[in-house]
């Protein structure tokens, strides 16, 4: 299994920015990682995707943060990272780090972080 630690959540001001970072790890010699991402999930609403991005650096952004956000991986560290800008009130969430496996067919999922965007 993989083990995911998330870093880079708190509290923000509307208009600025934060970088939100996944670092991913495994007890054994190898790992799988067909690609990673971020999902959130805000107060009273289901769990939605953010970003994502495979190993070959594939993207893929939701509509509400595209345009103002750019995810990015590095695989020799096994860590991605999510750049965002322009925050807005309504990204405020608990931030999920996700990372699937296609190869034996599983997820991790990280303990989530929470990013509040204050007005």
């Known amino acids: 299994q993989v083990q995911l630690v998330e870093s880079g959540g708190g509290l923000v001001q509307a208009g600025g920015s934060l970088r939100l970072s996944c670092a991913a790890s495994?007890?054994?010699?190898?790992?799988?990682?067909?690609?990673m991402g971020w999902y959130r999930q805000a107060p009273g609403k289901e769990r939605e995707l953010v970003a994502a991005?495979?190993?070959?650096?594939?993207?893929v952004y939701a509509d509400s943060v595209k345009g103002r956000s750019t995810i990015s991986i590095d695989n020799s560290k096994n860590t991605v990272y999510l750049q965002m800008a322009s925050l807005r009130l309504e990204d405020t969430a608990v931030y999920y780090c996700?990372?699937?496996?296609?190869?034996?067919?599983?997820?991790?999922w990280g303990q989530g972080t929470q990013v509040t965007v204050s007005s």
């Open positions: 996700y990372a699937p496996c296609y190869t034996y067919d599983y997820e991790s």
């Open positions: 495994a007890s054994g010699d190898t790992i799988c990682i067909s690609a």
């Open positions: 991005i495979t190993t070959g650096g594939s993207t």
